[in-house]
């Protein structure tokens, strides 16, 4: 199973971007798929997770200015950012829980990472 993160880049304030990651492999099912991101010089923190019911959750930094969707046929979790701030920038991280077509127990699996550079 891997994750393909994609859709990140430079984009000034004010300005929009939006995160897709596609999981593929041996997939039976994708459980809660997420986004998070690492700052320059600080841990990585959550920004947005999504359940497989369609549940969301939002960091606060998050609330108000980026949603986060689903396509549960096609494994892909997506991340709408609006309204983006110099602050946001960091690199951006996919994961799901995801249990695979062997029946071997869900498991996390984290994308590659896509950087996201707002300018002021």
């Known amino acids: 199973v891997q994750l393909q993160a994609s859709g990140g880049g430079l984009v000034q304030a004010g300005g929009s971007l939006r995160l897709s990651c596609a999981a593929s492999g041996s997939i039976a099912s994708t459980n809660t798929m997420g986004w998070y991101r690492q700052p320059p010089g600080k841990q990585r923190e959550l920004v947005a997770a999504i359940t497989g019911g369609g549940r969301t959750n939002y960091a606060d930094s998050a609330k108000g200015r980026f949603t986060i969707s689903r396509d549960n046929a096609k494994h892909t979790v997506y991340l709408q950012m609006n309204s983006l701030k110099p602050e946001d920038t960091a690199v951006y991280y996919c994961?799901?829980?995801?249990?695979?077509?062997?029946?071997?127990?869900?498991?996390?699996?984290w994308g590659q990472g896509t950087q996201v550079t707002v300018s002021s």
């Open positions: 994961y799901a829980n995801i249990k695979r077509a062997d029946r071997s127990p869900p498991t996390d699996y």
